[in-house]
């Protein structure tokens, strides 16, 4: 199993833990972040942009 899995899973597992189950669009971009193919400063930045009220 790849890292980025592994780690990917380890943390959809410990949200799962707290009652925060993830979606797969979440599981794939702490993939993403995970093995580098997405920056989390550009997850963060995605998201904001996402959720942000104007």
Known sequence: MEKSLKLARQ?????????MKLN??????????ASGKKSSQAAINELIKKYKVD
């Open 24 to 33: 797969k669009k979440e599981f794939t971009l702490i993939q993403q972040c």
């Open 11 to 19: 943390v959809a597992g410990t949200m799962a833990m707290e009652g």
